[in-house]
């Protein structure tokens, strides 16, 4: 899960860049860098600052919204229910598709 792990000034961070790169890429780490009289930055790896965008594009429509978490919960229900997964071939077979 993402989550920010830790913040370091910025010093340390110059000196440590590579290392820090592979912690935020390696264990999807937020870092924020602190700086002196000015705002601080967060470094995050390209794919998780990507899904994240991509969460906020989807859930910007109340209705989309909706829609995502009702299936979200849905979901929640089919795994307390303990249901087991179908295989594509038995899926196939159930709707009488021929799949050679």
């Known amino acids: 899960m ?5 913040s370091v000034n910025y010093t ?9 790169l592979d912690r935020i890429t390696d264990n999807k780490e937020i870092i924020i860098i602190n ?3 000015k705002p601080d930055v ?6 998780e600052l990507s899904s994240l965008l991509e969460t906020l594009y989807l859930l910007r429509s109340p209705a989309n919204s909706q829609e995502l978490f009702k299936a979200l919960a849905e979901s929640q229900q089919m795994d307390e229910a303990n249901i087991e997964p179908q295989s594509v071939a038995d899926l196939c ?3 009488g598709i021929d799949r050679e």
């Open 2 to 6: 993402l989550s920010i792990s830790d």
């Open 12 to 20: 340390t961070a110059r000196n440590q860049l590579a290392s820090l």
């Open 35 to 37: 700086r002196r009289n």
């Open 42 to 47: 967060a470094l995050i790896a390209k794919e």
């Open 93 to 95: 077979e159930d709707l």
